[in-house]
């Protein structure tokens, strides 16, 4: 199975950046899988912000963070980045990296829902906070 490994979050102030990091093992490399960055704040579901698959061949970035999110890889080190601007205080929550094999109709259309996505990180806190 997929394995997926997040690191990046913590404190950041308003109209900061962060990025985050995906790390995909379990035997799999990124041109054999489609990753998701994933967000949960208080009241809202799990929102879609980015994805990628085939280590690029396939990417979105126009989930609930659209226009403060790009997503980028490595596939040296088989990870993938998430990369967001102008933080604000609704941005805090955790973030979650999702993957899945790379499939026709994932992260094509659109990022997808969380249940498209059938392995996860176990999430990184990121606080918005003066």
């Known amino acids: 199975q997929v394995h997926l490994v997040e690191s990046g979050g913590g404190s950041v102030q308003p109209g900061g950046s962060l990025s985050l990091s995906c790390t995909v093992s379990?035997?799999?490399?990124?041109?054999?899988?489609?990753v998701a960055w994933f967000r949960q704040t208080p009241g809202k579901g799990r929102q879609g912000l980015a994805c990628?698959?085939?280590?690029?061949?396939?990417?979105r970035d126009d989930g609930a963070a659209k226009g403060r999110v790009t997503i980028s890889e490595d596939a040296d080190k088989n990870t993938v980045y998430l990369h967001m601007n102008s933080l604000g205080l609704e941005d805090t929550g955790m973030y979650y990296c999702?993957?899945?094999?790379?499939?026709?109709?994932?992260?094509?259309?659109?990022?997808?829902?969380?249940?498209?996505?059938?392995?996860w990180g176990q999430g990184t806190q990121v606080t918005v906070s003066s």
């Open positions: 990628s698959c085939g280590n690029g061949r396939r990417t």
């Open positions: 379990g035997g799999f490399t990124l041109l054999e899988t489609c």
């Open positions: 999702s993957g899945d094999r790379n499939r026709p109709g994932l992260c094509g259309g659109d990022i997808g829902t969380a249940g498209s996505y059938n392995f």
